[in-house]
């Protein structure tokens, strides 16, 4: 009898534990906004997905500070995350009025508070219905027993549920890394790669162990040689001077002096890692001291002072600021080397960093608010700025997630590295790539990778060189050896490629490409590689999205889409695509042998016209 009921209890467990896995068409980990609108772009093509978050609040570094969005050219990237900048400018208008000071500060809806990047995201995410399935509090542990495959195919995985302690089961037909760290694609076996590669690797322009000057040249120390070495993290701070909103940081637990001591002297003598270091001499520097310490401020040209001195800020909506490290600091809100573990590393050490960085964070504030040894008058105007009382009101009005810029690499199809970013020659387009899921544009940017060091005027790994708007070929979000995974977020490219599609809105849009390309492998059969990619970039463009940028032209125009096509196939290479002007001979001929066809008094029709008719006669 005894042997009966084990035999019936083992039965039932084995029941229970099959009714606690959970199916979705597609499986996302990483409540990321790539995460996000993978998991909009797969609902909006009729299947189910499920967004599996760590923290208690999907949305990430958007809903975590970073209200001032990265992007160089508005208009670049369009789709699903111009639909998140119009609702964000809508939400303002709708609450303060169209002509009010919020709705200005909101800069069109690309800069916002992170409360409000919450209320947005989260009702694109309710739009959806029952299509989309959302949990927090959910991590995944980067361990090859937290995955199923069968071959190149993934089946299920599992997920600890913090509030349970207990795992959870999820399979799926398709699964999305979008995390930042690229966990998941790291559990199943996808390569990757971490730190600096070395210039002779690329040929990229930033690569490997440089020291240069904000807006400025390279200098002593450089040597372009890879190493391990991972670009800092920090957390976006909502700061405000708003004295009603404002709550002033207190000295941390925490707190160590040594990590800020060295700030005094770069605040006396004037010292910062800009271009106009090359022309600051010795004098200027002891005759700065001396007019700081009658009372004055900063005399050397590009010095920030105060508050700025420790943070970069951003005004965003009613008197706050996206306060972001200080790219001319030599010591700021970026912890440089401490992080370096953190790709790898697991969810304890993480945590344990993240507190690090929280309190390493506070302190600084305090610090440049409190230090005896700092000028009152540069410190009272730090203490203009505190926290925003009405942010982050379960976290002591703190972000709640640390700006991971850069984790695993996971190696794709395609490697973006630097050169997909610049122009092939002056005034010319970035390589021009016929499978792009999406144009981008922001600079090759990334942060430092070690601490000041001593002697050296700037920190290893700091820089910024401009680029071009570029196009992302499909091929950076298809992992190597797994059949059935896309990869938006940790997507793959070089250091100093990733620096560039790191940026939310260029991961919204390959988040967005991630989830209509799920659902075509679902609908077709077929694994993600093999789709073919017109088959993804139609519904792109029917989803308002760009795939390359034309100065001239918007998602409005009504041959917007057919401009798109013809000009992945070459058609129009230049910036402008020009379509009232008429066709002149050369671009007839280039025209003609594109397409087999003859044109016929090309000087009598415009650019429009002809484009038209060759799409019509060749699909």
Partial sequence: MKRILSTILLSLSAWIALAQVSNYDVVIVGGTPGGIMAAISASREGKTAVLLERSSHAGGLPVNGLGATDIATRGATTGLFKEFVDNILEYYVGEYGKDSPQVKACSNGYHFEPHVAGIVLENMLKAEGQNVTVFTRRQFDALPENIEREGGIIKSIRILNLETRKKEKYSGKIFIDATYEGDLGAAAGVPYSLGRESESEYGEIGAGRLFKLWRGPEIEGTTHE????????????????????????????????????????????????GVEMLDATPEMHEANKKHIEDGGKTQIPGDPWGIAKVTNMVELPNNKTDANNQHLALVSTDLPEENWKWPVADWKWRDKFAQRLKEYTIGLLWFAQNDKELPEQFKKNALEWGFAKDEYQDNENFPRQVYVREGRRLHGKHIFTANDALPTSEGKRPPVYSSSITASHYALDSHAARKREKGKMALDGFFSYPSAPYTVPYEVIIPEGVDNMLIPVPASATHVGFSTLRMEPCWMALGQAAGIAASASIDSKMPVADIPIQNIQEKLLNEGATLIYFKDLSVTDPDFKLVQRMALKGYLSDWNANLESMLDASMAQCWQELSGIKINNPENKTRRSVLRAIYELTN
């Fill in 226 to 273: 890879g190493d391990d070495a991972v670009q800092a993290y920090n957390y976006r701070l909502c700061l405000t001077n708003d004295p009603d909103n404002r709550i002033l940081p207190k000295k941390p637990k925490g707190y160590q002096r040594s990590d800020y001591a060295s700030i005094i002297g770069d605040v006396y003598y004037g010292n910062f890692a």
